[in-house]
């Protein structure tokens, strides 16, 4: 038996309804084909704030890391006569932005979870930061032992060795710490999170050069005032200067 006349007319327009604007056959698909031409419409200005959006905080990430020259000319006491310990700063930054990018990713990816309501546990600010500084303290050992390693293959002995390794120890377990609470920090800020994923390098790498300088000295005997102290021997060693600390 066939279907009555206006049965048969409210078939017709539901097949209309759901029919595909480009083939005519495939259901749903020609509200998704309205939602693209609205994205393509706006994709231009859409764009061009994503553009300067990144484009500031690269600036920005390029000031702060600026830094870092001037940190390395107040040491530079430490460089003159320890210049062993530069040989190794790019490996200690490396391994500090390496282990905060870790701990960032982790964090970002829980917050993901959170905000689309599939994360199963209680999201827990304190459980996520406390997991985390766990897992950087073995780290940290770990790698503390791989640059023992590395020292020994080349030749680097005693009390620089060890303010290298201390250095690595000490820089990998603050990344990630930092690494962890810092895409939490921007998250309470009500900003973007994956911003943590390009300021985690920037931050361990002016923070690394900052620890190793410190360690460093701590470990060689190097006073963290050398460089004034350094400064005003070599004023006192002309014989202006002699002359000028003689008046006084």
């Known amino acids: 038996a066939g279907l009555s006349r206006p049965a048969a007319g409210h078939a017709a327009k539901v097949a209309r309804a759901t029919r595909c604007s480009v083939c005519g056959v495939c259901p749903g698909q020609s509200a998704a084909a309205g939602r693209l ?48 310990v530069i040989y190794f700063l790019t490996m200690l930054v490396g391994a500090g932005g390496n282990a905060g990018g870790q701990s960032t990713v982790l964090v970002v990816r829980q917050l993901a979870l959170a905000a689309a309501g599939k994360e199963s546990d209680r999201f827990s600010v304190r459980g996520i930061v406390g997991g985390e500084v766990s897992v950087g303290a073995r780290l940290a050992v770990v790698l503390f032992l791989g640059t023992l390693v590395r020292c020994f293959v080349f030749q680097v002995r005693g009390v620089e060795c060890l303010a290298i390794c201390l250095s690595m120890l000490v820089i990998v377990f603050a990344s990630t710490a930092i690494g962890a609470a810092l895409p939490l920090l921007l998250n309470r800020l009500r900003m973007d999170p994956a911003h943590a994923g390009a300021t985690i390098q920037v931050v361990m790498d002016v923070s690394g050069v900052t620890l190793t300088c410190v360690v460093s000295s701590l470990v060689l005997g190097m006073p963290l005032t050398s460089a004034v102290s350094v400064g005003v021997a070599n004023a006192t060693s002309t014989p202006h200067g002699r002359a000028l600390a003689g008046a006084h």
Do not use: N, Y
Request: a negative charge; zero cysteines.
């Open 37 to 84: 031409e609205e994205e393509d419409a706006g994709g231009e200005t859409a764009s061009l704030h994503k553009f300067w959006h990144r484009a500031g905080w690269l600036v920005l990430l390029l000031m702060f890391q600026s830094s870092s020259s001037v940190i390395l000319e107040r040491f530079d006491p430490l460089i003159r006569a320890h210049p062993v």
